[in-house]
């Protein structure tokens, strides 16, 4: 479960998220599960939270920065993350259908097994390994 007073902290608001976080820079939030529907985070600086599981449907996340952030399991249905910064951003199995992800920067992002029904994907920047073969190994 999420640590309550991280949760308590993301919910007075971007700002005092944000100043928080200058302040914590060697604490991760501990969001885990914890139930943001519908919040509005635009430009919250989250990089490397713990949101696996979270509920963040229709949430406002646009230029927010969840890099290297765990959201394995999240449901991001209907959120808008057009402009977030999620390189690294573990989202396997998160639940991304119709969700906004124009500009987003996803790269080196695991989106394994992630719904992507109906997601706005425009304009995304994602990096495309290239496996190099030589003598029958990578």
């Known amino acids: 479960m999420a640590d309550e007073s991280h949760v308590s902290v993301l919910k007075q608001g971007v700002e005092a998220c944000n100043q928080w976080r200058e302040q914590n820079l060697s604490v991760e939030p501990d969001l885990r599960r914890a139930e943001l529907g ?5 430009w919250a600086q989250l990089p490397g939270a713990n949101l696996s599981e979270a509920d963040l449907i229709e949430a406002r996340l646009a230029g927010a920065d ?4 765990d959201l394995r399991l999240a449901d991001l249905s209907g959120a808008d993350l ?3 910064e999620l390189c690294e951003a573990a989202l396997s199995r998160a639940n991304l259908s119709g969700a906004n992800l124009w500009r987003a920067d996803l790269v080196g992002a695991n989106l394994r097994g992630a719904d992507l029904w109906g997601t706005n994907l425009g304009r995304i920047a994602m990096a495309v390994q290239r496996i190099r073969w030589t003598n029958g190994c990578c």
């Not at 519908?38 to 635009?42: E, K």
């Open 82 to 84: 057009s402009k977030a």
């Open 66 to 69: 969840l890099s290297g952030a």
């Open 38 to 42: 519908g919040a509005d985070l635009r």
